[in-house]
């Protein structure tokens, strides 16, 4: 049971908008800046999104952040096929001194 | 160009004990908090612990908590994370991560992972 709790699944055509949900408490995405990961089939997690919506070099501007409250979310426009990959939320979480993660959502690109 | 290798893992009993290494290059790993994260075989992201750039601080999972210990050495630019009482559920490929100064925790740079099971 993960900390963040995040969809398992999500999926969309290609050229659409699809969002990826993350819902935490007060003591970890009330209190502080969310960050969102993407990981391909056998690869390594990589930074997508990171602090008040920022995207590391080499991020599309087609992925974007927000947060309201408790939760976040993640948006992808123009879905591509090479979008198709497990996504996570992560955040510190003050009460547990540490990073949590969701539990993942697999995202396919139909 | 930025560069994690991890290394050590491997087969081990349960009760066992590991050391995981973690070979930093291509950016100022002194000034990086570093991570430690794993992920079970078809499951999730799981984080495990986190070290200051200098290593004054230390926070772990409640899971490996007493088990395991994060440690690095900056004159080598290497992170270790020694696993003690290794258990079934440690099983998963473990990578270490980067966490640049005010990132609010976010890790910009991964290793490919070093796997670890825990079997008899």
């Known amino acids: 049971q993960s900390v963040l709790t995040q969809p398992p699944s999500a999926s969309g055509t290609p050229g659409q908008r699809v969002t990826i949900s993350c819902s935490g408490s007060?003591?970890?995405?009330?209190?502080?800046?969310v960050n969102w990961y993407q990981q391909l089939p056998g690869t390594a997690p990589k930074l997508l999104i990171y602090?008040?919506?920022q995207r590391p070099s080499g991020v599309p501007d087609r992925f974007s952040g927000s947060k309201s409250g408790t939760s976040a979310s993640l948006a992808i426009s123009g879905l591509q096929s090479e979008d198709e990959a497990d996504y996570y939320c992560?955040?510190?979480?003050?009460?547990?001194?540490?990073?949590?993660f969701g539990g993942g959502t697999k995202l396919t690109v139909l | 160009q930025v560069q994690l290798v991890e290394s050590g893992g491997g087969v081990v009993q349960p009760g066992r004990s590991l050391r995981l290494s973690c070979a930093a290059s291509?950016?100022?790993?002194?000034?990086?908090?570093m991570h430690w994260v794993r992920q079970a075989p078809g499951r999730g992201l799981e984080w495990v612990a986190f070290?200051?750039?200098?290593?004054?601080?230390?926070y772990y999972a409640d899971s490996v908590k007493g088990r395991f210990t994060i440690s690095r050495d900056n004159s080598k630019n290497t992170l270790f994370l020694q696993m003690n009482s290794l258990r079934a559920e440690d099983t998963a490929v473990y990578y270490c991560?980067?966490?640049?100064?005010?990132?609010?925790?976010?890790?910009?740079?991964w290793g490919q992972g070093t796997l670890v099971t825990v079997s008899s």
């Open positions: 991560a980067g966490d640049p100064p005010s990132s609010g925790y976010a890790l910009d740079y």
């Open positions: 291509g950016f100022s790993f002194s000034t990086y908090a």
């Open positions: 070290i200051w750039y200098d290593g004054s601080n230390k």
């Open positions: 007060s003591s970890n995405i009330g209190s502080t800046t």
């Open positions: 602090g008040y919506n």
């Open positions: 992560a955040a510190w979480d003050d009460s547990l001194n540490g990073v949590v």
